[in-house]
Every structure is written in structure tokens, then in C-alpha cells.
């Protein structure tokens, strides 16, 4: 470390030995400098910004028990990483790793500063001022189920998740009115599920009016509550769509197929389905969620000896598994396909349910096999609507970052984020383009280089599978 400036004698500086020998988590107050206009050298060698995933527990963090709460925490030889609470059950986290020069930033009440060259950065680490570099480094952040976190690793996109696909309410034109439901959304990916915005859409031809849609907490880990108002509507089955999503998620906006079944008790027993359609995708050798169909009595009296009977189409069979909790309707009809050792392709086949006494009706189950490598959901990256659209940090192949870039209508780009010059990860540039933080290599949508104080090759290609029309890709 170089002695202090001469317009900051006497203050102090932290630099990355003394940081790592501090304990595991700090105050905030450990890493705001006295003064703050001194120049110090970088590290020797340029630390990673991507430290391995740790686990912190922020019920025993008094600094993060509130809405806005922040601490520094150190796990083992790692660099520093800022953690801060960004709503009720929603964390963000970010490494201290200056991308100038490696440098530590320090914390303080109105941002981050760089001692090193004075870059100056947001709270949620977006660069302002100063020296010019990128943003600060965002890590993943992933709820345990016991309330701890896993934080480190390069952040991967929300994926919203919801423990129901499917909601029937069960009715007649004189009985009380049905109990609301709910459905639980949650994060299955990384980083703050937030934002979130839900919709409603009658089938076609359809009353309307006749559902009512609320969230808990516009973040996940939420609750959707839905209740139907039955209001006078005659006897009948109606039907809607609640779309849940938010921006940037990796599955897309995901749906609820609702029904309000109206039930005649004077009519004989008849059978009545949520969903007459299944999709399934899954990469080679995974096994997709199961996905359930509700079975209710649309008439009078009882329905019961519910049974399935599946066919297949041309392509593949012995790949789904369908059964009921019971025999009885109401019944739930659990649809789960075994991928297994399917190649890549499309497969079909129709499940008919069947009861006692009455009409049978059918289910056609989709199941898509995409290669294995990272699936891209394209829909969640808006950048790549457009012809030379990039996305950057989609997911990870052979450890690490990717970027996606649009080539054309039909056609597209995969690249590695590390820079082919000393291996610095790249960042996105106005959604067009990749620049090096590093030495500030400029590469285009293609990936190839323009140009930078120190020649580099162009970006690492990668190998793209995609069928013209389809909503995901493959990188491998």
C-alpha cells in the first residue's frame, strides 16, 4: 500500500490484506474511509468479483433487520460483498471489487466511492461518476427454505414460480358462495422476484365480472388470493386466465387456468375438466414439474370411478404418468412426463378420462426435448426482440456467464462473457454491444472486436440451437 495522499494525512485506508483479516461480517463503518480524497495503488493482482456462495443467516444480522438495512460480509479468502434488505423477504447483493482496477469500494451512507481513482457508484451499484469503469458486480442471492440466504456466483434471472396452474370453484345457482384460493409464488431462480403485475381475461363469449384478483406483496415470496363472485350467473362452466409476470424473469409470465363451475343438482352426473391441454418442456435426461387437471362433477349426484387411459403419438411412448388422489370426484389428475432417455424432439399423446356413466373427455399432453446445455426463455430478455438486441448474463455454460445477441428474424448469437484478454467479464453496452471493464475492449452485437488500448480477440463463440418460431433457445 502507497502512503497516504498528501491532502489526506493521518487517514486511514483499508486495503484487501487488512479487509480479509476483518471478520466475516462488518459494520458498514469498517469500510468508509476518513476522508476519502486520497489516491491508493491497486492490488497487486486484480481480485475476483465473482466470490464462491456463501451462506449468512440475516435473523442473527441486526443490520439487516430492516427494510433498507446493508452489511458487508467476508466468507473466507473472499472478497467483500455488500448485502442489503430490499423488502420484506427480498435481499440483493453486490461485490466491493472496484471493475476499474480491482480496488475495494467503500460503503457509505450516500453511495459507493472507489479510494482508488474516485469512481463513484450508486447504492445499488450502478456507476455515476468519477473514474469511468462499469457497474459494480450484482451476485445471486437465493432464499434457503429455513430462512438463510446463499449469496456469491454471478446472478442468475428470477424465475417465478407458482404451486398451481389450475383453479376450479364449484357452485349451484341457489348454494353458498365458494371459498376463496390461493396460489403461492415464489422465486425459483436468483435475485429479487419483484414488480410483480397480474392480469385477468375472460374466455371468449364469456360473463365477466365474475372474479376478483388480489396480491399480498407485489414481491415474491407472495400470495395471489382469487375469489369468485357468483353473483346470479346461470348454471354453466366459466372460464378466465390470470397472468402473473414481471420483467426480467427467465421462464416468462406464467398463467392460471381458472373455472367457476355453476352445477345444475337436478341433472344427471357429467364430467368437467380444468384444462384440455398440457405443455411440457424439459433439456435431454431432466424431468419436467408435473402439472395437474381438475376433475369436478358438473351435475347431480355422484361421480366417481375416475380412471385414465393414455395414447401415444407417433413419435415415443411410455413417457407420461397420469393418476388421481382418488376415484371420487372432486379429484385431482397429476400429469407427469418421464423424459428419461428421449432424444430431442416433440412428442404427443392424449390422455382420456373416464368415470362411471357418463362422457369421457380428453387431455392432449405436449413434452418438448430440448438439448442439454443452458435453455433460454426468450421472451424475458426484451432486448432480443430486435435484430442486433444483446442480453447479457442469461445463464452460465462450462462455468461461466453467456450472452445472447439477436443475428437476424430466424437466427441467433451465443458468446462467453469472459474477455479473451486477461479473462475480465464482460458487461452490455446500451443493449447493442459488450465492453471490457478491464482496459475497455469494445466488442459489437456479433461479438467481434473494435477496438481498445490492447488488442483482443473476438468473444468466445458458443453453439446456439434454435427452431425458427420457438419462444426458447439452447446453448451448449
Not at 385414465?308 to 372432486?330: C, D, E, K, M, R
Amino acid at each position: 500500500m502507497t502512503p497516504d495522499h498528501p491532502s489526506c494525512s493521518g487517514c486511514g485506508h483499508l486495503d484487501r490484506r487488512q479487509f480479509l483479516a476483518s471478520a466475516s461480517v462488518l459494520s458498514l463503518g469498517a469500510l468508509v474511509a476518513g476522508c476519502g480524497d486520497g489516491i491508493i495503488s491497486g492490488p497487486e493482482q486484480i481480485p475476483t468479483s465473482l466470490p464462491q456462495p456463501f451462506r449468512i443467516d440475516p435473523a442473527t444480522i441486526p443490520e439487516l433487520a430492516p427494510v433498507g438495512g446493508r452489511t458487508v460480509v467476508v466468507s473466507g479468502a473472499s472478497t467483500p460483498v455488500l448485502v442489503e434488505r430490499v423488502g420484506s423477504q427480498q435481499f440483493r447483493a453486490l461485490s466491493l471489487v472496484c471493475p476499474h482496477r480491482g480496488s475495494i469500494v467503500n460503503v457509505a451512507s450516500d453511495g459507493l466511492r472507489c479510494p482508488n481513482h474516485d469512481a463513484r457508484f450508486a447504492n445499488d451499484g450502478t456507476w455515476l461518476s468519477g473514474q469511468p469503469t462499469t457497474d459494480l458486480t450484482p451476485l445471486d442471492v437465493r432464499r434457503n427454505a429455513d430462512g438463510s440466504l446463499l449469496v456469491g456466483g454471478p446472478r442468475t434471472p428470477a424465475v417465478l414460480g407458482l404451486d398451481r396452474s389450475s383453479i376450479v370453484f364449484v357452485s349451484t345457482p341457489t348454494g353458498n358462495a365458494p371459498a376463496p384460493q390461493t396460489v403461492a409464488i415464489s422465486n425459483g431462480g436468483g435475485g429479487v422476484l419483484g414488480n410483480l403485475a397480474v392480469s385477468l381475461a375472460y374466455g371468449a363469449n364469456q360473463r365477466t365480472g365474475w372474479l376478483a384478483i388480489a396480491l399480498s406483496d407485489a414481491a415474491a415470496p407472495t400470495t395471489l388470493t382469487l375469489t369468485a363472485l357468483r353473483g346470479a350467473l346461470p348454471v354453466g362452466n366459466y372460464t378466465a386466465t390470470v397472468t402473473v409476470g414481471a420483467a426480467g424473469i427467465g421462464n416468462g409470465a406464467q398463467t392460471i387456468a381458472v373455472s367457476l363451475l355453476i352445477q345444475d343438482p337436478t341433472t344427471p352426473a357429467s364430467l368437467q375438466l380444468s384444462s384440455s391441454a398440457l405443455t411440457f418442456a424439459a433439456p435431454v435426461g431432466t424431468v419436467p414439474a408435473a402439472q395437474t387437471v381438475q376433475c369436478n362433477n358438473a351435475g347431480g349426484g355422484t361421480l366417481t370411478g375416475l380412471s385414465v387411459a393414455i395414447a401415444y403419438g407417433a413419435t415415443g411412448t411410455n413417457w407420461l404418468s397420469a393418476s388421481f388422489n382418488q376415484v371420487t370426484a372432486p379429484a385431482t389428475l397429476t400429469v407427469r412426463p418421464a423424459v428419461g432417455a428421449l432424444a430431442v424432439g416433440t412428442y404427443t399423446a392424449t390422455i382420456t378420462v373416464l368415470a362411471a356413466g357418463v362422457a369421457s373427455r380428453t387431455v392432449a399432453v405436449t413434452l418438448t426435448v430440448s438439448p442439454a446445455g443452458l435453455v433460454v426463455t426468450l421472451s424475458a430478455w426484451p432486448a432480443l426482440a430486435n435484430v442486433g438486441g444483446v442480453a447479457g448474463s442469461v445463464g452460465n455454460v462450462n462455468g461461466g456467464p453467456v450472452a445472447i445477441t439477436r443475428l437476424s428474424a430466424t437466427s441467433f448469437g451465443a458468446f462467453s462473457m469472459r474477455c479473451p484478454h486477461a479473462g475480465t467479464t464482460i458487461t452490455v453496452v446500451s443493449g447493442t454491444s459488450f465492453r471490457c471493464p478491464n482496459h475497455g475492449a469494445l466488442f459489437n452485437s456479433a461479438g467481434v472486436w473494435q477496438s481498445s488500448p490492447q488488442r483482443a480477440e473476438n468473444l468466445t463463440p458458443l453453439t446456439v440451437i434454435y427452431t425458427p418460431g420457438a419462444t426458447t433457445l439452447s446453448v451448449v
